[in-house]
């Protein structure tokens, strides 16, 4: 009888409430508090692990679901992946155009500081092996979570704009602590935060498609441009 009052005091709207703000705090820790020392690279580490794993503990051993949810789809699995790469290139040359408007001054302003995380990283002589895994490895995880298993679960709980909504503002938001290092605090916050249109356009393509595969293809060549520009900013 306790166990089952205790799962009626916790809703699963709990459960994702930590998913959707967890990753953030934890980037404010190991991004802007911890810098390198090695508890923040522990608490790096702990919040990719969790990331991996709260989908499953959530879905399995709370919420009783399979995972990922199965999402209704009449699209052929290779159009999806071609309606992703379609999207991806789409957000590439925005951020190609973008280095032409005064972003790009503004990048290239910030080419000391983003250089400096390099090295403090010791990834400048690996810049381009970190930045496959990180294209192609760490999007996955972040569709797996982001997509796969936080906007599924809203989007079966809430009307379905705000699903889209939240997910991509949860989404942003240690992206926006990623970007107020390099930047002053406003440009920061819109850089950081024009991230949450990338991730709605995904989510958009998670419930077209009914899996995360096309928004993974999309989000490869997003972060594969990313990399290319950062590349030019710190090897000029």
């Keep these: 009888m306790i166990g089952r009052e205790k799962k009626r005091l916790i809703s699963p709207g709990s459960y994702l409430a930590v998913a959707a703000l967890l990753p953030f705090v934890g980037s404010l820790y190991y991004f802007?508090?911890?810098g390198d020392s090695l508890l923040g690279r522990v608490c790096y580490g702990l919040v990719k692990?969790?990331?991996l794993f709260w989908p499953l503990i959530v879905s399995y051993w709370i919420l009783k679901q399979p995972f990922p949810l199965r999402q209704d789809s009449r699209i052929p699995f290779l159009r999806s992946l071609v309606e992703g790469g379609f999207v991806g290139l789409a957000i590439g040359t925005v951020i190609f155009f973008a280095m032409m408007t005064p972003l790009g001054a503004l990048a290239r302003d910030s080419a000391d500081a983003i250089g400096g995380k390099v090295d403090d990283l010791g990834i400048r002589a690996h810049y381009w092996a970190f930045a496959l895994l990180l294209s192609f490895g760490h999007s996955l995880l972040e569709e797996y979570y982001w997509r796969g298993f936080l906007f599924a679960q809203l989007v079966t709980r809430i009307p379905r704009y705000w699903a889209h909504i939240i997910a991509g503002v949860a989404f942003s938001l240690h992206h926006i602590v990623i970007c107020t290092q390099y930047f002053n605090?406003?440009?920061?916050?819109?850089l950081g935060g024009s991230v949450a249109i990338a991730g709605i356009l995904w989510s958009i393509l998670y419930?077209?498609?009914?899996?995360?595969w096309g928004a993974w293809i999309s989000h490869?060549?997003?972060d594969l441009a990313l990399m290319y520009i950062g590349a030019q900013l710190i090897f000029p």
């Design 185 to 190: 605090l406003g440009w920061g916050i819109l």
């Design 49 to 51: 692990g969790f990331t």
């Design 207 to 212: 419930q077209r498609h009914g899996h995360f």
């Design 32 to 34: 802007v508090f911890a």
């Design 220 to 222: 490869i060549l997003a």
